[in-house]
């Protein structure tokens, strides 16, 4: 098992560009989360699924932002038409449902500079 | 009023001593409580998680639950240079299925 992925790892864009990233969440892990943190901030919650079916969407996931989890498996996380504050680092998580409690799992991130 | 508040330091401590963090949250339902250690430019790594007031030790690590007063602490023993990081503390709401996380609090251990 190797643990959550993300990639890409870096991006750099620029301001209107749509990116798009990519989570594998480990193996039989039901559950998989978006987050976005910015400097000097804790990890802000965005988005939330249960196998394919996305359960919870902050209100900071403005309608330029779109994520997917076809399948239950991987997920992806469009941001379209990007402006300077989407710069931040996008973290996905995965986690296993269980009566014993719900520990969350965190991929290495992807960073995304809008120029 | 945040979820979840920390005191974002930078706090710093002799290497060998005791490092304590702190943790406060609003949802008095919170069950779920979790410390997370961040290096700079780094992922969240989860060091320990804790449901049931008390104490609850791994290692040099302690993590501390009081529901009544609704605050969470972690204990670092035998502080070491490599436990220099942003220490996050999150919480799972009543009817959430997501972590709350406080800003998090810079510890540096002075070699």
């Known amino acids: 098992d190797t643990g959550v992925s993300q990639n890409p790892r870096h991006k750099i864009t620029k301001r209107g560009q749509n990116v798009t990233f990519r989570c594998d969440p480990i193996s039989e892990h039901n559950r998989l989360y978006w987050y976005r943190q910015t400097l000097g901030q804790g990890p802000e919650f965005l988005t939330y699924f249960q196998n394919e079916a996305q359960l919870e969407k902050s209100r900071l996931l403005s309608d330029r932002f779109s994520a997917e989890r076809p399948k239950g498996s991987f997920s992806t996380l469009e941001i379209q038409r990007t402006e300077q504050g989407d710069s931040a680092m996008y973290l996905c998580?995965?986690?296993?449902?269980?009566?014993?409690?719900?520990?969350?799992?965190f991929g290495e991130g992807s960073w995304l500079t809008v120029v | 009023q945040k979820e979840v508040e920390q005191n974002s330091g930078p706090l710093s401590v002799p290497e060998g001593a005791i490092a304590s963090l702190n943790c406060t949250y609003s949802d008095r339902g919170s069950q779920s409580f979790f410390w997370y250690r961040q290096y700079s430019g780094k992922s969240p790594e989860l060091i320990m998680s804790?449901?049931?007031?008390g104490d609850k030790e791994d290692g040099r690590f302690t993590a501390q639950l009081n529901k009544a007063s609704q605050y969470v602490s972690l204990l670092i023993r035998d502080s070491q240079p490599s436990d220099s990081a942003t220490y996050l503390c999150?919480?799972?709401?009543?009817?959430?299925?997501?972590?709350?996380f406080g800003t998090g609090t810079r510890l540096t251990v002075i070699p």
């Open positions: 999150a919480a799972v709401p009543v009817g959430a299925n997501n972590l709350f």
């Open positions: 804790i449901y049931s007031n």
């Open positions: 998580a995965s986690s296993q449902d269980r009566r014993s409690g719900n520990t969350i799992y």
